[in-house]
């Protein structure tokens, strides 16, 4: 059997080693202390900001390890999750389908189909719809970062897989095109797949699904049905992508709760974390095919290749997550400190930076919420190792938001229908876009998005406030710009904090006004993070960095409030997110 893509190879990943200077490890080690950091979050968050400017002359990796070291930290993590207890009792063929769960580790479809079927095809299919335009701008649906970080975890899985006695098909087409014929080819009984829950992602759920109805298998093919033997391969769905899992909400999902603290304590009350699913140590044997595919090259995807020259280059793949995971919790000791630094903005040590992996799949949220555990019973727990579960509830609950509100996630009115009269203004658009605004923080964190493809929370929170409150643009224009950069781009977390950041989310309390000077002066009193993206600032002084005046470009609009930092009253969503951190932080005293 020759089954033929492209031609191209993919170009191995070759990582240097990142060495530390001394005063970056001088700094770590302060910021590494929880005496000083838990009582002065304000110190902590100049020092994340200060060790972070002196290591961020240049690119850093994301992990910083070598590919010897992740590799290493890989096979351990691999090893802790290996079971050989398991019998497999299938019979025939079992196609697993990857989308968004690029990774071996606790992947439930995968587990599936091993013990249902003698052999499994492990399929991708590079979907030419991922590379089009996105919805009503006509943005690059898949700007280049991503798809090389694609590209990365594709190649990282199928290596994983080979591990354990398998491999990857890479097919080129969509899905309902190819994984009908394999499963004819093949004889496969049943394709395993993790479940999405937004409108396009199931369009082609349905699709699948109607194609593989026309496909007969041969009777004696499909004894190893999970179910009745039948004559038409089946698409079964696992769900996979959330730390506490669907099937396990203490309510329907469709009374799921529009305030998240109430949702939050629920779970938190009733649920309980499903623990990982442990594999055996091999998956084969594989089917015999001569030809497993090659990876496209960006440009066979119409993409230009694009170099993170600065800032952060995130690994693609499951082996990075896993380093990433054992540098942020084991080897750098930050999650004891997580909650005093999560608001800054430069350096990859503020905050986890799992999000890239968690949306591509190749890092499970269960996964991480053991090494929570683990690092709490074996070091400490306190508020900032429960602080990461507590965002990664936030990621949960606006996957769960996509399935109760469909589709009304991406319109104009949000969820609650809001009348809004927005401008679709192309000149101030761009001049976001391009981080051209006259706004130093503004423009330093657009900036950042678009040479590394990723932004912190905090300043996404700015920017998407500065574009729809500051200069009233429609924030679906900047919803899809972020789905184009975006490393981590998801459409339940992307789209359901644009709604909030908006005004127009489910929950009708969020008011979400973010002052520029205050969020300046509390965030980058230095001026060190505006300064590294925008190199001309660095000759101002330190205070006026954020407020260069005639220094700098001309402000693009005056802002709702005014410029002075002494005038902040209305930044009410961060005063909302303070109230609700506070009750959070006696909440979690109490346990
Ligand atoms: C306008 C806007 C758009 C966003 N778009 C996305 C997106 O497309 N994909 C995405 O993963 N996140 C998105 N976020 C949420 C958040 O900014 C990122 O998850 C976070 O910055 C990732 O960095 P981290 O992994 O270091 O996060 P950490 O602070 O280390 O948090 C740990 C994890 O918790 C989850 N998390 C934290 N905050 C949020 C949040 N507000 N919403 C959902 N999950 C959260 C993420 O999975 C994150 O990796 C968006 C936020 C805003 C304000």
């Known amino acids: 059997m020759a089954i033929f893509l492209f031609t191209t190879t993919l170009p191995f990943l070759s990582l240097p080693t990142t060495t530390l200077n001394s005063s970056k490890s001088t700094l770590t080690s302060i910021l590494t202390n929880p005496t000083t950091l838990h009582h002065f979050p304000a110190i902590a968050m100049n020092l994340c900001t200060t060790t972070s400017a002196a290591s961020c002359s240049s690119m850093q990796h994301v992990p910083e390890q070598d590919s010897n070291q992740t590799e290493r930290v890989a096979n351990l993590i691999f090893q802790r999750y290996t079971s050989n207890n398991t019998n497999r009792s299938g019979k025939g063929t079992a196609i697993v389908w990857f989308r968004n769960d690029l990774r071996v580790l606790d992947n439930e479809a995968l587990y599936k189909a091993w013990l249902s079927s003698q052999t499994i095809l492990p399929v991708y299919c590079v979907d030419p719809r991922l590379f089009a335009t996105t919805y009503h701008f006509g943005f690059p649906k898949t700007g280049a970062l991503r798809a090389q970080f ?217 996964l991480i919420y053991e090494e929570v555990k683990r690092y709490e019973n074996e070091r400490q727990a306190n508020s900032s190792t429960y602080w990461v579960l507590f965002e990664l509830i936030w990621r949960d609950y606006f996957r769960f938001l996509s399935v109760k509100y469909g589709n009304l996630l991406f319109h104009i009115g949000g969820p609650r229908n809001v009348q809004h009269n927005w401008s679709q203004d192309k000149k101030l658009f761009e001049a976001w876009r391009d981080g051209c605004t006259g706004y130093p923080l503004i423009d330093a964190n657009m900036k950042e998005l678009s040479t590394t493809g990723f932004m912190s929370n905090r300043g996404r929170q700015i920017v998407c406030s500065f574009l729809v409150r500051d200069m009233g643009i429609d924030w679906r224009m900047g919803a899809e710009w972020f789905e184009t950069c975006l490393l981590d781009y998801d459409p339940c977390s992307n789209y359901g904090n644009w709604t909030y950041g908006s005004g127009v989310g489910n929950d009708p309390r969020e008011d979400r006004y973010f002052s520029i000077p205050k969020q300046a002066q509390t965030y980058d009193p230095e001026g060190e993070y505006v300064a590294y993206w925008l190199p001309q600032l660095r000759i101002i002084a330190k205070d006026k960095r954020n407020f260069p005046g005639n220094l700098y470009i001309r402000q693009i609009v005056p802002l709702k409030f005014g410029t002075s930092s002494r005038h902040n009253k209305d930044d009410k969503s961060l005063g909302a997110r303070r109230a609700n951190d506070k009750g959070n932080e006696r909440r979690w005293n109490r346990r």
């Open 150 to 366: 694609l590209l990365e975890s594709l190649a990282d899985l199928r290596k994983n897989l080979m591990k354990r006695g398998l491999n990857l098909l890479i097919q080129h087409g969509k899905p309902e095109d190819v994984l009908p014929s394999l499963a004819k080819t093949f004889g496969a009984h049943t394709v395993y797949a993790q479940k999405e829950t937004c409108s396009e992602e199931v369009n082609v759920e349905r699709s699948v699904s109607r194609c593989l109805q026309q496909v007969g298998v041969p009777s004696e093919e499909s004894v190893g049905a999970p179910t009745t033997s039948n004559s038409h391969p089946k698409l079964q769905f696992v769900w996979g992508t959330t730390m506490y899992h669907h099937g396990d909400l203490p309510f329907d999902v469709s009374c799921l709760p529009d305030v998240y603290t109430q949702f939050r304590k629920a779970i938190e009350a009733k649920c309980t974390v499903r623990s990982c699913i442990k594999l055996p140590a091999s998956l084969g044997p594989p089917p015999a095919i001569e030809d497993w595919g090659c990876l496209p090259s960006l440009e066979q995807l119409g993409l230009y290749s694009q170099n993170v020259s600065k800032g952060m280059k995130f690994v693609g793949g499951e082996t990075a997550a896993l380093s990433r995971v054992y540098e942020y919790f084991w080897k750098k000791d930050l999650l004891k400190v997580y909650k005093e630094t999560r608001n800054g903005m430069l350096g990859p040590d503020y905050s986890t930076k799992f999000s890239p992996w968690l949306a591509s799949g190749s890092l499970s949220p269960r």
